[in-house]
């Protein structure tokens, strides 16, 4: 059973590129992309902690599970 997944969404244009997320992922996940803003390293290894969210001076990052991990959270009424 494959375990939740993260992703990012990462508003670029207000990335200023300053690295705080970069320093502060607890797992090192997080790399800069190619204009610089981050991307990560590995979805599996991301704890979906939000540090890299919440640290951003700028709300550049928003951290959610992927549709996978939705999926395997879906609700049992009945
Ligand atoms: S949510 Fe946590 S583990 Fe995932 S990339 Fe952000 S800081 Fe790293
Ligand atoms: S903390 Fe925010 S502004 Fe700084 S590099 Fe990361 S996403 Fe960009």
Do not use: H, W
Request: some cysteine.
């Amino acid at each position: 059973m494959s375990k939740a997944k993260f992703n990012l969404k990462v508003y670029s244009e207000r990335c200023k590129d300053c690295g705080i997320c970069f320093e502060f992922c607890p797992k090192n996940n997080l790399q800069p992309s190619k204009d610089g803003s981050p991307e990560m390293i590995d979805p599996e290894a991301c704890t979906g902690c939000k540090l890299c969210e919440y640290l951003c001076p700028d709300f550049a990052i928003q951290v959610y599970k992927d549709e996978e991990g939705k999926k395997e959270q879906k609700e049992t009424t009945e």
